[in-house]
């Protein structure tokens, strides 16, 4: 189902055939705010802002325009482990959409003057994000859990090394960190495979970006958390903003897909989740009440977050870890995990039905394990495992002991 080829460079190249009228086309790049240290820390993701600010061949304005200008969209975004610059347009335009994507990547310039006017925007998502403890709550836990792992940064960064941040301290990241043997083009889209290579070849090839010979960093084990914490800040919020979580598998661990599967029955989007009914329908404490799974290379994090009236954080609090116990405690019926098993599979079938949703997943998959797994090949390890496999998971991740939690006041 999906096509790969790796250029001479070593930047590779994962493909799938639609139909669609819509080719989707992105670049991962294996750089996040892990791979910063000290004066650095929120560099990557000012350099996702600034490679749209001009070239040796354009200015920002064109920047904007080359996608923009035929109905196309362009964007870019950071994580912690990856920065991905993508674009979605029609399929006859795909030519235009690598060509940028190998100009802003390769040729960037970082005027002075855009750099200083960027600065001002970042500063004021900065203070947008801190404006929102829904959001800033988690960070503030990671920050806590992590302690001086690298994995405890702040993407966006600190205002102080915002302001400081200069065009060589850019340029100086991205040749370190930007090389073609941690890019992966990702393409979902009508398009012939022969012609994909071939562009890419031309734009991504040896001349464009040489080879380079990059050891790859070090990895880090994650952070020893030898006793969890129970933290409350005052934020004077109308709401307690409440964070429970702790330890989970790694992208590489071999319960990974268990533990997808338990968090989406304990509290994944649908309304039938566990903590949904049990915190939400039944008692009406919360708007929402969600659990998230995020997995790095080398550590993994688990989250319960909820926004409670203040007279209800303590009893909210009870039911997630009564909820969180009787996983540990029971197994699952097989009938049980079969519907949760069916409704995993169909949500997935759903989320990469889109194009673009689709493009980004096999991108990121592709970068890490150097291919990418088809839906079908998904659906026959989710239907594998056994109400011994998520009680297991569940027993080694989920026992209430072993959490933290973080409350805003």
Known sequence: ????????????????????????????????????????????????????????????????????????????????????????????????????????????????????????????????????????????????????????????????????????????????????????????????????????????????????????????????????????????????????GGEAPTIFDSDKTAFTLLNNILGGPAMNSRLNVAVREREGFCYSIESQYVPFTDAGLFYIYAGVDSDAAERSTELIFAELQQFCRESLTPQRIHAAQTQLIGQMAITNDSGLNEMQSIGKACLNFGRADTLDEMSRDILALTPADLQQAAQRYLNPDTLSRLYYR
């Not at 600010?53 to 304005?61: A, D, I, N």
């Not at 950071?78 to 347009?89: D, F, G, L, P, R």
């Not at 800033?136 to 806590?144: G, T, V």
């Open 1 to 244: 189902m999906y096509q790969y080829h790796t250029l001479a460079n070593g930047t590779r190249i994962i493909f799938r055939h639609t139909d669609s009228i819509v080719t989707h086309a992105g670049v991962y790049i294996g750089v996040g705010s892990r791979n910063e240290t000290g004066v650095q820390e929120g560099i990557a993701h000012f350099i996702e802002h600034s490679i749209f600010k001009g070239t040796e061949h354009r200015r920002s304005y064109h920047i904007r325009n080359r996608i923009d200008g035929i109905g196309g969209e362009l964007d870019a975004f950071t994580t912690k482990e990856e920065t991905c610059v993508y674009a979605s347009a029609l399929s006859e335009h795909l030519d235009r959409c690598l060509e940028l994507f190998a100009d802003i990547l390769y040729h960037s310039t970082f005027p002075a003057h855009e750099i200083e006017k960027e600065k001002d925007v970042v500063i004021e998502e900065i203070n947008l994000y801190r404006d929102s403890p829904s959001e800033l709550i988690f960070d503030e836990f990671e920050e806590r859990y992590f302690g001086t792992h690298p994995l405890a940064h702040n993407i966006l960064g600190s205002k102080k090394n915002v302001r400081h941040f200069t065009s060589q301290m850019l340029h100086d990241f991205m040749s370190a960190h930007y090389t073609p043997d941690r890019m992966v083009i990702s393409v979902v889209g009508n398009v012939e495979f022969k012609k994909l290579v071939h562009l890419c070849e031309k734009y991504f090839s040896q001349s464009t970006a040489p080879m380079l010979s990059v050891q790859p960093d070090p990895v880090e084990p994650p952070a020893p958390q030898p006793e969890p914490f129970n933290t409350t800040v005052h934020k004077h919020t109308h709401q307690v903003h409440l964070l429970i």
